[in-house]
């Protein structure tokens, strides 16, 4: 690693460190910095929703002053238009999917606790996060909850910290890495499990393992319910931490896991209030069937898309 790239890579250090550090601070103390009346009234989602404005200020602003090349480092690029239309079809697919595998992990939990402390422990475990979830008005949980969240995780976890991550672990050009990946003389290096080997290793230096390192941690700090509730919530934090690195990745911006996570946090508020749910559309395993169909739609759209790609790109 050139000193330049470690002077870069500090800086993006001391950036994320300080972003990750302003938070928890604002978090833990902040309301004690309110004028006492103003922090009685404000509800949970409204606190949040500040502090969740005032970090991503403070993070992005402290970028721009450090990091000589800013933009490129938080993912702050032009994404082509069809990254971005790919990410938004992806959003219920993956919301419906993770959905199922963390009902499914968690169900033997959930259903324990029901046996043994009956229906409402699930909804005691949910805490006032939950309650402000399903009784504040629906106009501040969908700013907080589906726009300003979004905005301020994904500027962090696949901004900020994807580009730790991403300098980190992947220091090399993609010149010196195809260079480093040459097999000796004799060795077969097209094709077969060499191929595989290579192509593998490209992905995970080129984003894949910021893609990981920044979805596990994503999911980690998500970790604060107890009970069959916490393995849903961690569970489906991983799956989109997951979805918005791959994302992020292929569009090498920001802005299409944006669009996923916004669109992602969507379908779980209006899941939540049951916007979704009726007689002819119910819940499978908590999940809204209605959901579950649009998915469905949405995969239909993005395998007539990549058919339609390969038509064009072999025609051509």
């Known amino acids: 690693m050139s000193e330049s790239s470690r002077a870069t890579t500090l800086k993006l250090f001391v950036v994320v460190a300080a972003w990750a550090a302003t938070f928890r601070i604002l978090v833990s103390y902040g309301a004690r910095l309110l004028p006492l009346g103003l922090a009685r009234e404000l509800s949970l989602q409204g606190f949040l929703a500040g502090v969740n404005l005032l970090t991503a200020a ?4 402290l970028a721009f002053l450090l990091l000589d090349e800013p933009r490129p480092l938080l993912g702050l690029t ?17 919301f419906v999917l993770t959905s199922y595998v963390a009902v499914g992990l968690a169900l033997p939990t959930l259903l324990e606790e029901i046996r043994a402390r009956g229906v409402d422990v699930v909804r005691e475990a949910s805490g006032e996060f939950g309650r402000q979830l399903l009784g504040a008005p629906a106009l501040l949980t969908l700013v907080w909850g589906a726009l300003i969240a979004p905005i301020s995780e994904e500027l962090f976890f696949r901004g900020a910290f994807y ?39 490209r992905y995970f230096l080129s984003g894949g393992l910021a893609t ?15 009970g069959g509730m916490g393995i849903v919530r961690v569970t489906s934090a991983l799956g989109l931490g997951l979805a918005a690195g791959i994302a992020r990745h292929a569009g090498r911006s920001v802005f299409p896991a944006l669009v996923l996570h916004v669109l992602f946090n969507l379908a779980s508020i209006a899941t939540a209030r049951r916007w979704v749910v009726s007689g ?15 998915a469905a739609l949405c995969l239909l759209v993005l395998g007539a898309l990549f058919w339609l790609g390969r038509r064009r790109r072999t025609a051509g």
């Open 58 to 61: 403070f993070g992005c602003t």
């Open 78 to 94: 032009a994404a082509r238009p069809g990254a971005i239309v790919r990410a938004g079809l992806w959003a219920l697919p993956v």
């Open 163 to 201: 580009g730790l991550i991403e300098n980190l672990l992947a220091p090399k050009t993609p010149d010196a890495i195809q260079s480093s990946e040459r097999l000796p003389e004799g060795v077969l290096e097209t094709g077969g499990i060499f191929g595989v080997a290579r192509a593998l290793r």
């Open 212 to 226: 990981l390192v920044s979805a596990l941690v994503f999911a980690w700090l998500h970790a604060d319910m107890p």
């Open 280 to 294: 002819a559309f119910p819940t499978k395993l908590m999940v809204p069937t209605l959901l579950t169909l649009l």
